[in-house]
């Protein structure tokens, strides 16, 4: 049985910085894409970055790209998401994904393992 575990959020100043963590098990992350989603109430699901099953190819929305960086750790079983230059509009609840395809994509309803997911609160 797969589950994954966020954690790390919480509530930070605008410019601050906050690193979630993605724990598996019952996956071996190395073998999947595993990528992280952020949703606003009342928003839908949006791709956040994701990491290839390489552990070496990464991909990123243009909101956060530059200021957010996904990792890998293989022998934790473990996805990091570091996020740096934190702002308001970054604030939603972030859950990280497991895919088995193939290929990468992007949308959320191609993921077959999510998280339960992790708040995070920047204020101005």
């Known amino acids: 049985q797969v589950h994954l575990v966020e954690s790390g959020g919480g509530s930070v100043l605008a410019g601050g910085s906050l690193r979630l963590s993605c724990a598996a098990s019952?996956?071996?992350?190395?073998?999947?894409?595993v990528g992280w989603f952020r949703q606003e109430p009342g928003k839908d699901r949006e791709f956040v970055a994701a990491i290839g099953r390489s552990g070496y190819t990464t991909y990123y929305s243009d909101p956060v790209k530059g200021r957010f960086t996904i990792s890998s750790d293989n022998a934790k079983n473990t996805v990091y998401l570091q996020m740096n230059s934190l702002q308001p509009e970054d604030t939603a609840v972030y859950y990280c994904?497991?895919?088995?395809?193939?290929?990468?994509?992007?949308?959320?309803?191609?993921?077959?393992?999510w998280g339960q997911g992790t708040q995070v609160t920047v204020s101005s």
């Open positions: 994904a497991v895919r088995t395809g193939v290929i990468f994509v992007r949308a959320p309803a191609s993921y077959n393992f």
């Open positions: 019952g996956v071996t992350i190395s073998t999947y894409h």
